[in-house]
Nanobody, 127 residues
């Protein structure tokens, strides 16, 4: 089992940057692929970025490609999301999640394919 705790959210002006962290417990962290999702008020949870268990492969939603970077440090049991050039439409609660394998279909990755979730961290981007 994997327990996940996100941190690093906050309030930032448009054009600014934030780095989210997700600390995992459990010795099996390095065997899981990891993802970041976000959910804005009144909207469904949507895929943001994902990374393979080794960190060798990364995947991004088109809306964040070129602005966000996902990375992981298996020695520290932590996955990161560096967010640059933030926009007001990036405002949401951001969640990290773990999956035994990444499954891509219908043009994205989906929350139902991730087994473990953190509690979320709020990111607010002001205009």
């Amino acid at each position: 089992q994997v327990q996940l705790v996100e941190s690093g959210g906050g309030l930032v002006q448009a054009g600014g940057s934030l780095r989210l962290s997700c600390a995992a417990s459990g010795r099996t962290f390095s065997s899981y692929a990891m993802g970041w999702f976000r959910q804005a008020p009144g909207k469904e949870r949507e895929f943001v970025a994902a990374i393979s268990w080794s960190g060798g492969s990364t995947y991004y939603a088109d809306s964040v490609k070129g602005r966000f970077t996902i990375s992981r440090d298996n020695a520290k049991n932590t996955v990161y999301l560096q967010m640059n050039s933030l926009k007001p439409e990036d405002t949401a609660v951001y969640y990290c999640a773990a999956a035994p394998v990444l499954t891509y279909y219908s043009g994205s990755y989906y929350p139902t394919d991730f087994d473990y979730w953190g509690q979320g961290t709020q990111v607010t981007v002001s205009s």
